[in-house]
């Protein structure tokens, strides 16, 4: 993810300085690029009815599948689950719906 934001950086500061302009990158469309790297959003859910070691993969597993989530850890012993996901595309209450549905209710905390 460093990566990508140094890149759309440099995209902005050559657009910006006039070089890219006739390659055909305009500087909107390295800023809308930028809008881009920066549209994810973490929330941290309680995650209820995990007792062995094969839970956290479940839940993960039905977390993940979600559409627009980019990442889910799980913490076993602290029964919490921290997930990246696009605002634009998904919903911490789909997301969490997800994991009731495999089994686990989830709880978005604030």
Do not use: H, W
């Amino acid at each position: 993810m460093k990566r990508s934001l140094v890149i759309t950086a440099g995209v902005l500061v050559l657009g910006a300085a006039g070089i890219l302009s006739t390659s055909g990158v305009s500087l909107f469309a390295a800023q809308s690029a930028a809008a881009q790297v920066t549209a994810v959003r973490t929330v941290r859910f309680s995650i209820e009815n995990m007792t062995c070691a094969l839970c956290p993969v479940t839940v993960k597993s039905a977390m993940a599948g979600v559409n627009g989530v980019k990442s889910v850890e799980i913490n076993f012993d602290a029964k919490t689950a921290i997930v990246v996901f696009d605002p634009s595309i998904t919903t911490p209450e789909a997301i969490a719906a997800a994991s009731t549905n495999a089994g686990y209710p989830a709880t978005a905390r604030s």
